[in-house]
């Protein structure tokens, strides 16, 4: 069965730093686009960053370029998120999806997502 599980949310002050972790399974991870969303109450579903397959092509959101780095470990099938300077506007629930697209390498389509994790930022 194919599983994403995301860890490391919790509540920051504003300025300080978290560091999510997604562990998956049940399918060919190092195979995947892996990307980093989040949503905030009220609002929609926003791409913060996103990493290939190898590790060698990452993606920020305007908003988040600067603080926040996506990176994988293709051998324990973990994306990550370190967040750094957080700010009260990165509070939201943070979701990890990997994507499969036959250009980048997979057979099929596909877009499994984790449970999210909540980030708070708050004095």
């Known amino acids: 069965q194919v599983q994403l599980v995301e860890s490391g949310g919790g509540l920051v002050q504003p300025g300080g730093s978290l560091r999510l972790s997604c562990t998956t399974s049940g399918f060919y991870f190092s195979s995947s686009v892996m990307r980093w969303y989040r949503q905030a109450p009220g609002k929609e579903r926003e791409l913060v960053a996103s990493?290939?397959?190898?590790?060698?092509?990452?993606n920020y959101a305007d908003s988040v370029k600067g603080r926040f780095t996506i990176s994988r470990d293709n051998v324990k099938n973990t994306v990550y998120l370190q967040m750094n300077s957080l700010k009260p506007e990165d509070t939201a629930k943070y979701s990890c999806n990997a994507h499969g697209d036959p250009r980048w390498g997979t057979l099929w389509k596909y877009d499994y997502w984790g449970q999210g994790t909540q980030v708070t930022v708050s004095s």
């Open positions: 990493i290939g397959s190898t590790g060698g092509t990452t």
